[in-house]
């Protein structure tokens, strides 16, 4: 019993570790990137469909090799079959007959097999630029997650921030009514004010424990682990600047990659339905070893071997114009492809041109909100300092107060919308590869 309980202690300490190594100490924008990257479910399926494409391949391409098999055949007679021959009505074979063979074919030319073993680097290809297009969009989600998590965590620190000061104010406006210099009025704002206050941090913190919870989903984070955001604001707005003046370069585009891989395999059916005007050939041989016997018990004693090999040679002459249709259908999605690649050259334009649009309108938003918070700092400690010398009403307090707290969210949430915004200005340049 101590044994075993050792062993139940053993395994879950093994356990937990392994389950503590899984998981992010510091969860800052590269890190979470890197861990959606290595743990996400569809890139573990991705990975899954590229082994499944290789071992379709090899199953294609075996073809190429001699194909052996075995058959074994015994066969009792009941009734043998009679002939008449010189007159005379004559029985033919015997009561028992049993056969070994063994036969082997090579390909010598098929067009499947040559079309397998021509296609196999692109189809390779295509697997990978698929994997690759699902990586990009992950991470792609994985950034906009983040900065949406930081953005309402902000939001939670400005609120945290304006209660201490609102619950400062409530002081001053508690004492100045105690003393007869304000009426109550004062101090009643300043409630309500504080009160709206802990009641958007309280519904901001909810909010953030669900975009916590998207965020897991979407980098494949274990449910129910802590996921520590670091981050630096500094460092982050150092990053919101972009060459505007760049120009589109479809070929960086992983789609327009995966359009060029589609029509080398078009162009390759292409080849392999003109290939149908060719006969195939391939080379067979088989080696029998026949018995034959009226008794059962002696029907092994002796063989009677052949043997033989030869050259098979077919040719489909006529199949109602089915070749004809093929490569006329094999031609025309090769032109259906070159017109999805012009309409993707069309679409990656107008993306860029909305991304480039959005990203310059919250560039300029944000240098706005910026200067702002600046502002409202300045004339809510002046107009603060001027209630408490009696000049300013307790409103003019209240309403410095709303726009302090307005300016400042707005500032972060500008921050990060200009942050997202680059990103999607990088994804319709090319520029994020992972």
């Known amino acids: ?42 890139l573990k399926q991705s990975a899954i469909d590229e082994q499944i494409t290789e071992q379709q391949i090899k199953s294609k391409l075996s073809d190429w090799y001699p194909q052996v098999n075995f058959a074994y ?34 390909n010598l030319f098929n067009r499947d097999v040559l079309l397998a073993s021509r296609t196999a680097d692109d189809v390779r290809k295509a697997i ?8 990009i969009d992950i991470a ?44 109550k009025t004062d101090y ?52 919101i600047y972009t060459d505007t003046l760049q120009s589109v370069d479809y070929t960086k585009r992983i789609e327009y990659l995966q359009l060029t891989t589609q029509k080398k395999l078009q162009e390759a059916n292409l080849k392999y339905n003109k290939w149908s005007y060719i006969p195939t050939l391939s080379a067979y041989g088989a080696y029998n070893l026949n018995y034959q016997n009226n008794s059962f018990g002696k029907l092994y004693n002796t063989s009677f071997p052949n043997s033989y090999a030869g050259l098979s040679l077919g040719f489909p ?40 649009a959005s990203y310059k309108a919250s560039l300029t938003n944000y240098q706005a909100l910026k200067e702002n918070v600046d502002l409202a700092k300045e004339v809510y400690d002046v107009i603060q300092l001027q209630y408490k010398a009696g000049v300013k009403t307790y409103l003019e307090v209240i309403t410095a107060e709303t726009d302090l707290r307005s300016a400042e969210i707005n500032y972060y949430n500008a921050l990060y919308q200009v942050l997202a915004n680059k990103t999607d200005v990088q994804k319709a340049l090319g520029q994020i590869n992972y």
């Open 188 to 239: 009643k704002r300043a409630t309500i004010a504080l009160n709206n206050a802990r009641a958007s941090k309280s519904a901001n913190e909810n909010l953030l424990k669900a975009k916590l919870e998207y965020l897991k989903t979407v980098i494949g984070y274990p449910t129910g682990s802590d996921l520590n955001i670091v981050y630096d604001s500094l460092a982050m707005e150092k990053e």
């Open 317 to 356: 002459i006529f199949q109602g114009f089915k070749r004809t249709a093929n490569i006329k259908q094999a031609q025309l999605e090769i032109t259906r492809v070159d017109w999805d690649i012009i309409n993707l050259q069309k679409n990656i334009s107008a993306e860029y041109a909305q991304a480039l």
């Open 128 to 135: 990978k630029q698929n994997t690759t297009n699902t990586r």
């Open 140 to 183: 792609v989600y994985t950034i906009k997650a983040f900065y949406d998590v930081l953005a309402t965590t902000q939001q939670i620190k400005v609120a945290a921030e304006t209660i201490i000061r609102l619950e400062r104010s409530l002081k001053d406006a508690t004492a100045q009514y105690s003393v007869g210099v304000a009426d």
């Open 73 to 106: 055949n015994y066969q009792h007679n009941f009734e043998l079959q009679k002939t008449v021959f010189a007159g005379n009505t004559v029985q033919i074979g015997v009561n028992n007959t049993s056969a070994l063979q063994f036969t082997a074919t090579q």
């Open 1 to 42: 019993m101590k044994r075993l309980i050792g062993i139940v202690v053993i395994t879950f300490v093994v356990i937990k570790s392994s389950a503590q190594n899984d998981l992010l100490q510091q969860a800052t924008l590269d890190n979470v990137v890197q861990y959606a990257l290595q743990h996400q479910p569809l």
